[in-house]
Nanobody, 126 residues
Framework: QVQLVESGGGLVQAGGSLRLSCAASGRTFSIYAMGWFRQAPGKERDFVAAISGNGGSTYYGDSVKGRFTISRDNAKNTVYLQMNSLKPEDTASYYC???????????????????WGQGTQVTVSS
């Protein structure tokens, strides 16, 4: 069973930036797509971004497109989420997840991910 550990969350003012990291255990990291989701209290878990196993393709949720960038370093078994121009509505717990699928439809569906991290809190103040 893979372990995913997120880090990098915190409190930031609106307009600021944060970079989240997700470190994965195991030797098969590069064959899986990775995704980031977020969940605010009382709301559903929303798709943020996904990246293919080799890092060559990405998808983004509409609300973060142009502000967030997902990337990965397969040599370090780590996926990143660079978040710029943060807004108060970006406040949520952010989760990374692993998926054997990568497509415009499947990558947006939490049910298509087989392993999840514990989450890291991002709070954006106005």
């Amino acid at each position: 069973q893979v372990q995913l550990v997120e880090s990098g969350g915190g409190l930031v003012q609106a307009g600021g930036s944060l970079r989240l990291s997700c470190a994965a255990s195991g030797r098969t990291f590069s064959i899986y797509a990775m995704g980031w989701f977020r969940q605010a209290p009382g709301k559903e878990r929303d798709f943020v971004a996904a990246i293919s196993g080799n890092g060559g393709s990405t998808y983004y949720g509409d609300s973060v497109k142009g502000r967030f960038t997902i990337s990965r370093d397969n040599a370090k078994n780590t996926v990143y989420l660079q978040m710029n121009s943060l807004k108060p509505e970006d406040t949520a717990s952010y989760y990374c997840a692993r998926s054997p699928y990568f497509s415009s439809t499947y990558s947006r569906a939490p049910s298509k991910y087989d392993s999840w991290g514990q989450g890291t809190q991002v709070t954006v103040s106005s």
